[in-house]
């Protein structure tokens, strides 16, 4: 169906609050990605779901953030008691193929800023 | 884990010329090597990508080349234009299946 849908947009919060970011990925995808990227900087890895497997959360910078897939279709980013830091875009990939060896399609991103 | 290294960081072009963009990564496990674009303001899509049993891949004004052993990628624009002008990201899987991206050059094409 559609390329990987990502809601909202654009999030404004205030610091303390917490937040959740939404990812639709490509129906029949089994892997699922997010990253984060800061205002100009690379892609920061953050989560990596692979089908039936435990996700792989070695990037969550800390327990302040956690991700769940369900259904092995929609994803939620959830971020607790939301920091000034974390203002940046995260972005949502998803991949037909567990073994990260084929393309990653791409959400247009959530823009978060905590004010 | 898989590390990637990415230069330059910037990079600016006459248009015509050609851009060259390296990569390193450190995860021999890694089998392949995916090269996004990222214009502002929008999400990155795949450009090209190379698999690791082959030196090098073209298509069109873009080419990749591979070098297992020394673990390092490179990617290659020729006759640029001013639409070429957007960040480039380069990844590696390595071992454990995820992209980790290098940090990304931006890239300039002066008309």
């Known amino acids: 169906g559609a390329g990987v849908s990502q809601s909202p947009s654009n999030k404004v919060t205030e610091k303390g609050k917490d937040v959740e970011l939404r990812c639709d990925p490509i129906?029949?995808?089994?892997?699922l990605y997010w990253y984060r990227q800061s205002l100009g900087q690379g892609l920061e890895f953050l989560i990596y779901?692979?089908?039936?497997?435990?996700?792989?959360k070695s990037g969550l910078p800390s327990d302040r953030f956690s991700a769940e897939r369900t259904g092995g279709s929609v994803s939620t980013l959830t971020i607790q008691r939301t920091q000034q830091e974390d203002s940046a875009v995260y972005l949502c990939?998803?991949?037909?193929?567990?073994?990260?060896?084929?393309?990653?399609?791409f959400g247009q991103g959530t823009r978060l800023t905590v004010v | 884990g898989e590390n990637v290294e990415q230069h330059p960081s910037t990079l600016s072009v006459q248009e015509g010329d050609s851009a060259v963009i390296k990569c390193t990564y450190s995860?021999?496990?890694?089998?392949?090597f995916p090269w996004y674009k990222q214009e502002l303001g929008k999400r990155p899509q795949l450009i090209i990508d190379?698999?690791?049993?082959?030196g090098e891949k073209k298509d069109q004004r873009i080419a990749v080349t591979l070098n297992k052993t020394a673990k390092h990628f490179s990617l290659h624009i020729t006759e640029t234009q001013p639409e070429d002008s957007a960040v480039y990201f380069c990844?590696?899987?390595?071992?454990?299946?995820?992209?980790?991206f290098g940090t990304g050059t931006r890239l300039k094409v002066l008309a």
């Open positions: 990844a590696a899987n390595g071992g454990t299946y995820k992209y980790i």
């Open positions: 129906s029949g995808h089994t892997a």
């Open positions: 779901f692979q089908g039936n497997s435990a996700p792989d």
């Open positions: 190379i698999r690791s049993n082959v």
């Open positions: 995860d021999s496990a890694s089998n392949y």
């Open positions: 990939a998803s991949s037909s193929q567990l073994k990260g060896d084929t393309e990653a399609f």
